[in-house]
């Protein structure tokens, strides 16, 4: 496979540049390393691609661009993140970066021999829909995110139902992990909790996620591009939920030491409760999650403890 990755030095676009590598496959990562968190942090979540003769490394803005590498399959993670800071004049950003970026590329590969388009959308475009999430139930975005994430991953589809591009949009809930963004939850609690430093949390802790491993969103990225699927949309998740207040203790309990928590008023946008049904993945992928949320916490709390 030569695979186009877009956001490769990003979380969860580096975790799966590193293992397309290591599975033998040519990357052309492409990155535009914007400010919304360090360009260091991004260059070592790279570090180890850069060593591959087997990657190629394409810094350069997408919403900007008119030509694309020949490429087998194109993984599009890269985006304008954070339901926070989406709203106001910062939407400018997200319709950019997450509608027109999208744009650029699917109108670039739409005559292209292009085995599949694999694009990274979220639980956000599910809003306050009725629990649990189905890929079949009303999108109804409660937070700007979602509404650009979801107009891309409308895009998408156009795409394919206009012009046969081999589409598919995998909406992620919560993901965490090593290489976790530095403004995402677990990242926040483990790092607080490690230095002894208060933690802040929205609401009253009582909203609940359904969290998602990092590995398992690769493996389910890999088996998309390997599918005979196209023009659907699977919901990518561990399957279960967890209260802020828990995940914080749990967190705490695996870190060997206590959690201090202050509580400030809830945030506009954000979700009270998230969980998916992902039988649609595993019935239409082979795909299911395979890494719990304690396991998973204890295998991210030994990565951040490596970082101190």
Known sequence: MRALVTGCAGFIGSNLTDRLLAEGHEVIGMERFSNYYSRELKERNIASARQ????????????EMEEFPDVDVVFHLSAQAG???SWGKSFDVYTRDNIQATQRLLEFYKDRKLKKFVYSSTSSVYGDSELPFREDRMLRPISP?????????NLCYLYWKNYGLPTVALRYFTVYGPRQRPDMGIN??????????????????????????VD???RANILAAQSG??????????????????????????????????????EKGDAAHTLADASKAERMLGWTAAVGIEEGVERSVEWFKQLL
């Open 188 to 213: 926040r609690f483990a790092n607080a909790i490690l230095k002894g430093d208060p933690i802040t949390i929205y609401g009253d802790g009582e909203q609940t996620r359904d969290f998602t491993y």
């Open 229 to 266: 699927v196209s023009g659907e949309a699977f919901n990518i998740a561990g399957g279960k939920r967890i209260s802020v207040n828990d995940l914080i203790a749990l967190i705490a309990e695996k870190a060997g030491r206590p959690a201090e928590v202050e509580h400030v008023g809830k």
């Open 83 to 85: 339901v926070r800071a």
């Open 216 to 218: 398992d969103v690769v």
């Open 52 to 63: 591959s003769p087997s990657f190629t490394l394409v810094e350069a803005d997408i919403a």
């Open 145 to 153: 995110y979602g509404v650009s994430k979801l107009a891309a991953e």
